[in-house]
RNA sequence: GUGGCCGUAGCUCAAUGGUAGAGCUCCAGAUUGUGAUUCUGGCUGUUGCGGGUUCGAGUCCCGUCGGCCACCCCA
């Protein structure tokens, strides 16, 4: 039996790498002001036609339930996160901040960096329509991707404005029906030929290479490119009006990131969609609001191709899954002494493990140094003494089990552990 | 959804149309209480699945499922 298509296991590995995203995704929104929200994984079918078209259906993750309804699990969270926003927004002041990390779900063939599943970090600022707030999600996005050890030439943000391209097509006389698949083209014109694009934008082609090839043009975009320079981060940012998004609800600034090598897909993306409240709460609610999104498995691919992100993501991995101290018992007869001993060790907060049934001396040795125990203690004939091992350097302790655990809480290589599960926070947050 | 390439042990891969193998991993042991290396032994296969051609198919043909890549689409 396998999973699915486009489905995964999460071996302790896997689930380990995950978690280190997702506290990385959390913290870093957290510093930024962001609360963590969620809604269902399973939504009306309507929710997304009514936004997208019909056509969105072909590649939803849908069903008809056993009440008959029309039912799709979440290819994003945008238009849940629209609902909860029109129904509860006076319970709050604005502007919100709120970040969720949902699966979303989507049925399509697989491919790199394209499952039919995945989590994806989202982050909403509602009811602010100043320019200020596009600059603090770009931000936001940047540290983001810094958390995990990226630095300026790993990856890049590229900002555009959809306003700018609808002023555009407004002055160039494009009738309105028309703007979207001209938008599209733009947005596709980097992935083809020039000629193949021209041909598509007829007239319109002269005038918007130019754009193109200008790398600016906007006042509002140089403003975006001041704002973050004042914060340290221009070198992570790049203005390029190519950027267009295909989705038709953005409104105003957009960005996407890619990897400075341009072998994946986009690593993230978002903008401002001020109309869309609006529209999905058919007009019950107006409020201006920009997000983005960035997806699990692009990033969990750039981390394994980038050295010093894959470095941070195996320390994090080896501070999640390793052990304290590994309980050695050397004689059968000390089986009940070290058990109360390893309740106590764990009451304290240390993670203690040992062998469940009786095993050879040198086999759970060799368990302790196999699970990362910095430490081993073996109970045998020494008792009531037992011998303290530090695994690293081999060195062995003879020491009274009575002063056990005051011994223990001198080495600092464990303390800091210990204390630290006594307080509060994430495993493996060790950078704050 | 369309097209191309691929599918052999848990993993990485061998095997001119002629008896399915290696390395790694895993498990057990190498004179009784210390991790590495080494050595010995052991487990795992309907060669993705189903048909066909052939005296004989892992190998050739067809179908199907799965994977990778491109297109389509884009969270």
Redo the contacts with the bound molecule.
């Keep these: 039996m396998?999973p699915?298509?486009?489905f995964r296991d999460f071996l302790p590995q896997d689930c380990a790498a995950r978690n280190y995203i997702f506290d990385r995704w959390r913290e870093v929104a957290r510093r930024y002001g962001f609360v963590e929200w969620d809604g269902p994984v399973l939504e009306p079918t309507d929710l997304y036609t009514k936004k997208?078209g019909a056509e969105i259906v072909?590649?939803l993750f849908n069903f008809t339930d056993k009440g008959e309804r029309e039912v799709a699990m979440r290819?994003?969270?945008?238009p849940t996160l629209a609902r909860v926003v029109a129904a509860h927004e006076r319970e709050f002041k604005k502007p919100l901040k709120w970040f969720s990390i949902p699966q979303?779900?989507?049925y399509?063939?697989?491919?790199?960096?394209?499952?039919?599943?995945?989590f994806?970090f989202?982050a909403d600022i509602i009811g602010e329509d100043s320019l200020d707030a596009d600059v603090e999600l770009i931000a936001l996005c940047v540290d983001l991707l810094r958390a995990f050890g990226f630095a300026a030439n790993d990856f890049v943000v590229r900002v555009s404005d959809r306003e700018f391209w609808i002023d555009f097509l407004r002055t160039q006389n494009v009738p309105e029906e028309n703007w979207q698949e001209i938008l599209?083209i733009i947005?596709?014109s980097e992935?083809?030929p020039r000629e193949k694009t021209a041909v598509k934008l007829g007239p319109l082609a002269e005038p918007a290479f130019k754009i193109l090839d200008g790398k600016g043009g906007s006042e509002k975009l140089d403003r975006v490119l001041a704002a973050l320079r004042v914060r340290g981060l221009a070198d992570f940012v790049e203005i390029d009006l190519g950027i267009v998004?295909?989705?038709a609800y953005y409104s105003g600034v957009v960005f996407e990131a890619f990897d400075r090598g341009g072998k994946l897909?986009?690593l993230a993306?978002?903008g401002r969609y001020d109309n869309l409240i609006a529209q999905l709460s058919d007009g019950a609610v107006s409020l201006p609001a920009l997000g983005f999104?960035m997806?699990d498995?692009v990033l969990g691919e750039l981390i394994g191709e980038t050295q010093a992100a894959r470095e941070k993501l195996g320390t994090a991995i080896a501070t999640e899954q390793n052990l304290d101290i590994y309980i050695?018992i050397?004689?059968e007869e000390r089986r009940a002494d070290a058990l109360a001993k390893i309740q106590a060790l764990r009451d304290r907060g240390y993670r203690v493990d040992y062998s469940l049934t009786a095993?050879?001396?040198?086999?759970?040795?060799?368990t302790?140094?196999?699970l990362g125990?910095r430490v081993?203690i073996?109970f045998?004939?020494?008792?009531p003494q037992v011998?303290v091992?530090?695994?690293?350097?081999?060195?062995?302790q003879l020491i009274g089990n009575e002063e056990m655990l005051a011994y223990l809480a001198s080495l600092p290589s464990l303390s800091s552990r210990a204390e630290r599960s006594d307080v509060e926070g994430p495993r493996g947050s060790t950078d704050r």
């Design positions: 396998q699915l298509p486009g997208s072909t590649q290819p994003e969270l945008t979303c779900f989507r399509e063939k697989q491919q790199r960096g394209r499952l039919r599943e995945h994806q989202n599209q947005d596709r992935r083809e998004r295909g989705l897909r986009a993306g978002g999104a997806g498995v050695v050397a004689k095993a050879k001396v040198g086999k759970q040795f060799q302790a140094e196999q125990a081993a073996l045998g004939d020494e008792w011998r091992k530090t695994l690293a350097s081999r060195e062995e």
